[in-house]
């Protein structure tokens, strides 16, 4: 069974930077492309950032191109997700996941593992 366990979320000023991690246990998520998802409060969960079983490929949303970066260590297990320039508008609960098929990266529905979520709370 694959766990994930985010950190790093917080309250900030809009203008901020914050950095979350997902570390996983129970597999190695090596083999695996991982993807950051967020939901607000009376909103779907929505696709943020992918990345590639390797970190060579990465995807974003249009509204956090340019100010969030996604990486990877697979030899700790862990994803990144490294966000500038904080808006209010990013204000959501992020989530983790891992995708263990085949589909695209943006999908929620392709991914089978998810973290428990993280809060980011921008004000402004």
């Known amino acids: 069974q694959v766990q994930l366990v985010e950190s790093g979320g917080g309250l900030v000023q809009a203008g901020a930077s914050l950095r979350l991690s997902c570390t996983a246990s129970g597999r190695n998520i090596s083999d695996y492309r991982m993807g950051w998802f967020r939901q607000a409060p009376g909103k779907e969960r929505e696709f943020v950032a992918a990345?590639?079983?390797?970190?060579?490929?990465?995807l974003y949303q249009d509204s956090v191109r340019g100010r969030f970066t996604i990486s990877r260590d697979n030899a700790k297990n862990t994803v990144f997700l490294q966000m500038n320039n904080l808006k209010p508008e990013d204000t959501a609960s992020y989530y983790c996941?891992?995708?263990?098929?085949?589909?695209?990266?943006?999908?929620?529905?392709?991914?089978?593992?998810w973290g428990q979520g993280t809060q980011v709370t921008i004000s402004s």
């Open positions: 996941a891992l995708q263990g098929g085949s589909g695209p990266p943006n999908r929620a529905a392709d991914y089978n593992y």
């Open positions: 990345i590639s079983w390797g970190g060579g490929s990465t």
